[in-house]
């Protein structure tokens, strides 16, 4: 099992910047596909960013240039650097991780946090 703890979430006026951080309970070394996904009320969750073990990235088309992921192995961590803050950011933000496993693959979710973009 593996606990991931998301924190960094608030209130920003647009333009600002945030930094979310998602903490695992163990080590990322066996975790491959690390991520953010995101949620705003009344829509379905969608991808953010991801990272991989080896640190390829990829972004949604409306977050590039303005978001940045990174993977820290020594703090068992995941970032998502937000800058550029526009109000249709504003969702519950949550970490995923996937553990490869036989037969299918082992996956995390956070308990997610809240991002508000509005002046």
């Known amino acids: 099992q593996v606990q991931l703890v998301e924190s960094g979430g608030g209130l920003v006026q647009p333009g600002g910047s945030l930094r979310l951080s998602c903490a695992a309970s163990?080590?990322?070394?066996?975790?491959?596909?690390m991520g953010w996904y995101r949620q705003a009320p009344e829509k379905e969750r969608e991808l953010v960013a991801t990272?991989?073990?080896?640190?390829?990235?990829k972004y949604a088309d409306s977050v590039k240039g303005r978001f940045t992921i990174s993977r820290d192995y020594a703090k068992n961590s995941v970032f998502l650097q937000m800058n550029s803050l526009e109000p249709d950011d504003t969702a519950v933000y949550y970490c995923k991780a996937v553990r490869p496993a036989w037969p299918g693959d082992d996956i995390y979710w956070g308990q997610g946090t809240q991002v508000t973009v509005s002046s």
């Open positions: 990272i991989t073990r080896s640190g390829q990235t």
């Open positions: 163990r080590s990322i070394f066996s975790i491959n596909d």
